[in-house]
């Protein structure tokens, strides 16, 4: 029963707890902030930023859709976090082993897990290209591993071998990629998506582990 919030702030003062990862707001537009409530919302079990110089948390990869704060935060049942998000910026936390452990370019997509009480990095990763990247959903499936999905203007991500879709067909292209527990490889990984603008914006895995995503496109 307790509550576990995504968001972004520009404050220095944005309420930490003692043990947390990143007490310290570490400058620019935005960071991420992670917090957890206690079942009645009095009190914080845990609560932390998650950032670098620039802007994170704040996307500006926008299409199809005006919501500059997307992003999502789940729990898996021992209460790990885990968080769809994006950065602008070098410097983000990442993971030793990560499967990109350096900001590609232009806005990037980041995919990261704490502890419950949010003082430990399990593992965290950028994701992205040169050109705009953003994580918009996270779910994990039978065995833990992270699914992420969301757009991209780019034409490099690590698509897998026999993906779905191979290549960017143009503009921003939904994806969606399978990830190995500490986010140290790839597993799958596809575009998808038509000529124009298409977003994957949610996410789901089933009891098969078959995966679903949700998205845009403004294509007949």
Partial sequence: GELTVYGSSPSPNYPTTPTAYD?????????????????????????????????????????????????????????????ASCSDSPGFPTSGGALQPAHAGAQDGVA????????????????????GDMCFGIKLNSMGEPYICGGTAGTTLPVTPGAAQAVNNGADEAFIAHLSQNASSVIACTYFGGSGDDVAFFLQVDIDDNAYIFGQSPAA
């Fill in 112 to 131: 990261f897990s704490l502890s419950p009480d949010l003082s430990t990095l399990l593992w965290s990763t950028y994701f992205g290209t040169a050109q």
């Fill in 23 to 83: 007490a310290t707001f570490n400058g620019g537009t935005a960071d991420i902030v992670i917090s957890k409530l206690n079942p009645t919302g009095t009190a914080l079990i845990g609560s932390t930023y998650m950032g670098t110089s620039g802007s994170d948390g704040r996307n500006t990869f926008t299409s199809n859709y005006g919501d500059s704060y997307r992003g999502e935060v789940i729990c898996d049942a021992a209460g790990r976090i885990f968080v």
